[in-house]
């Protein structure tokens, strides 16, 4: 199964890659794993696994034990950001209504081949910098000047 795996370093920057791994499947969400599991690029890093989602979008909790899809009861947070159609268009002071809570969809917390993209942070780096494995994405994208005209 092709993962698409993010990694985040403390700036704040995400390192995009695509990558096939059996050695990831039965992992657990909040586990840490060694970078040489990955690429052999990230020896000596350590990576937590924050959070995946599947290919319908579904994303995964720490709450939920397994692999399978759950409906589970949610207020606001992971998983429920929307305010329900119920609500309709009027503008409330408070965004979030007092006791609300919605049935949601779920997948459990650990990693199986239904799961698409797979989201994890530095812990610990390694000897390489993280700009050098990742060469082509550290570049920064130079904003275009529009060019001047003359006033006529």
Known sequence: MVFKINIADKSGKTYKLELESEGLVGKELGQKIEGKEILPALEGYELKITGTSDKAGFTSMKDVEGVGLKKILLNYGKAMKKKPRKEGK??????????????????GKVISNDIVQINMKIMKVGTKKIEEVFPDQSKVKQEEKPAENPAN
């Open 90 to 107: 009027k503008k409330r002071a408070n965004p979030k209504p007092k006791g609300l809570r919605l049935r949601k969809t779920v997948r």
